[in-house]
């Protein structure tokens, strides 16, 4: 049975650790308790927000409607063409399954170790890190379509997965639950070490980047992630603040003209990926404090809640970091966790 409290604080369901409030709470375990949370939600007439691990969004104030925390649990492993499916609740921690996974030996997603979040938000945000995305080994998702009333698979093409994109955060958005994920991995240990950041490290530890073993490869990847983004539980963020810009060739090679050390990446449909990071950096924002929050010294897309700051104050200083680096690179910087 759903149980359904009133004025939840949601301050220990966020990575920032912002005192937000929602006017009412299910913690979601199974099929049935979000069946009867949703028709207690249509009932009031209250607008329904499905958290995970709370690590892609950002609370501007109390929530006026009903949260859904995710909370189910369970992998279930079959066969598809001789390799290992997953089927995965939605409620699952994401960082541990791939840690589960590496143990058992289903490879694929040692690259994405040490994101955090659930399982069930990693297609929203087709999570992706150090040269792999989620759409890599995705085969389907289930939830349940609130216009429809039912539950239903979406095919991974179905789900429009682009990059920090999918259908869930648009023409889906607040419409589909997650309930269940399917992964397709594979039990030969060959890993994706094309990344340059990651091949270097490889490198430099006196690896082979073309005959790593994916443990060890994952071990590179939580090195890597540990030097540069803070812990959550001791520096309050959402991870990376700012989606890496995408432009066209065009604008890329002119403001290559003026700064050719501008780190920059070729996409596949000819437009040019720009860092993120490199943008605010040049902007002075790297450690900046702006009274409770402030930029992380190590890592320039990455803003930290110190002394209990809310929301807003959080996104005036997202902004005041988007402005900056519109007024001198003419690149319009996106945030990447969601906004309420």
Not at 19 to 31: F, K, L, N
Not at 200 to 212: F, I, M, N, S
Not at 235 to 247: D, H, I, Q, T
Not at 251 to 259: D, R
Request: with cysteine; hydrophobic share 40%.
């Amino acid at each position: 049975m759903a149980v359904i409290t009133q004025n939840h604080c949601l301050v220990d369901c966020n990575t920032l650790s912002i005192t937000a409030h929602a006017q009412a709470y299910c913690a979601v375990d199974g099929r049935d308790e979000l069946c009867e949370a949703l028709e207690y939600a249509r009932g009031e007439q209250l607008p329904a927000l499905v958290l995970g691990g709370g690590s892609n969004c950002v609370f501007s104030r109390d929530y006026p409607g009903l949260v859904l925390h995710m909370r189910s649990r369970g992998v279930d492993v079959e066969q598809l063409d001789g390799q290992p499916l997953l089927r995965v609740a939605a409620g699952e921690n994401w960082d541990a399954l791939v840690r589960s996974c590496l143990d058992e030996g289903y490879f694929g997603l040692e690259n994405l170790i040490a994101i955090p979040g659930s399982v069930g938000a990693a297609p929203v945000q087709n999570i992706g890190a150090y040269g792999v995305e989620l759409s890599r080994c995705l085969r389907w998702v289930e939830g349940w379509d609130i216009e429809r009333g039912l539950f239903r698979r979406l095919s991974a093409s179905e789900c429009q997965l682009s990059y920090r994109d999918s259908i869930f955060k648009r023409a889906l958005s607040d419409r589909f639950v997650i309930t269940e994920v399917a992964l397709q991995l594979c039990r030969r240990p060959q890993g994706d070490a094309g990344y340059p950041a990651l091949r270097d490290y490889l490198l430099a530890a006196g690896e082979d980047p073309d005959r790593v073993h994916p443990r060890q490869l994952a071990q590179a990847v939580a090195a890597i992630r540990a030097s540069k983004l803070p812990d959550y539980r001791r520096e309050p963020n959402a991870g990376s603040f700012f989606k890496n810009p995408l432009v066209t060739a065009s604008q890329a090679a002119e403001l290559l003209k003026h700064w050719p050390e501008m780190a920059h990446w070729s996409m596949p449909d000819g437009r040019v990926k720009l860092a993120a990071a490199w943008l605010v950096e040049r902007c002075g924002w790297k450690g900046h404090r702006q009274g409770p929050v402030g930029v992380h010294p190590r890592q320039a897309i990455v803003l930290v809640n110190y002394q209990q700051a809310g929301g807003e104050q959080i996104l005036a200083l997202a902004n005041a970091i988007i402005a900056s680096v519109y007024a001198q690179f003419a690149v319009r910087l996106e945030i990447e966790p969601r906004v309420y």
